[in-house]
Each structure stands twice: as C-alpha cells, then as structure tokens.
C-alpha cells in the first residue's frame, strides 16, 4: 500500500470556476467552450453523414477531403478536440455542401 496522501476536490460543474476564474468570466467561458462543441459536432455529423450516403470507405473519404485516414477515423469516432473548425469547414467544402452561421 502506499503511502501517498491523495486529495480529491470535487468538480462543481463549470472547469473555469474550479480554476479560479470570476463568476461571470467562468460563465462566459463555459457558454464559449459548449458553443465551440455543439459546431464542432454539427460539422462532424455532417461529415459522417455525407461518408455514410456516399457509402465511401474511411480511405476513399480521406482521398476525396486530402486528409489521412485516421484523420476520417478520428472524425467519425467523434474526436473532436484533435478538429479546429475551420478544418472540419475546409473538408465540409470538398463534400459540396456548406454551413450556414446563425446568430442567437
């Protein structure tokens, strides 16, 4: 067994209030990172989509977007932390399909 003294804080929700950061400050930055989340999965959503209507192999997909496959990989398994939006907007362009900004 070891001897090592282990504290555990528990998490309240919002990272960037267990960071320090002021409330509103946390606030706002939560709402941005879960905005920046909700387009990255709508992007990749659709990626998949046009993968699966095409019925494309994971190679074949990433022949036509000039990526790796693993990056097609990645993509349908969701990764989406390893996607800047821009990138998954780039691919989405070679797909002939296009993404529409909506300001709430």
């Known amino acids: 067994m070891s001897d090592k003294i282990t504290h555990i804080t528990p998490a309240n929700g919002n990272i960037f209030l267990d960071l320090g950061f002021p409330d509103n400050e946390a606030a706002s930055l939560k709402a941005h990172s879960q905005a920046v989340i909700e387009m990255k999965l709508t992007l990749v959503e659709a990626m998949d989509n046009w993968i699966q ?29 390893k996607f800047t939006i821009d990138s998954l907007l780039t691919m989405l362009a070679k797909t ?4 529409h900004l909506s300001i709430r």
């Open 53 to 81: 209507e095409n019925q494309l192999k994971q190679a074949d997909a990433a022949n036509i977007l000039g990526v790796t496959r693993p990056r097609i990989s990645d993509m349908v398994n969701r990764k989406i932390g």
């Open 96 to 99: 002939n399909k296009s993404a």
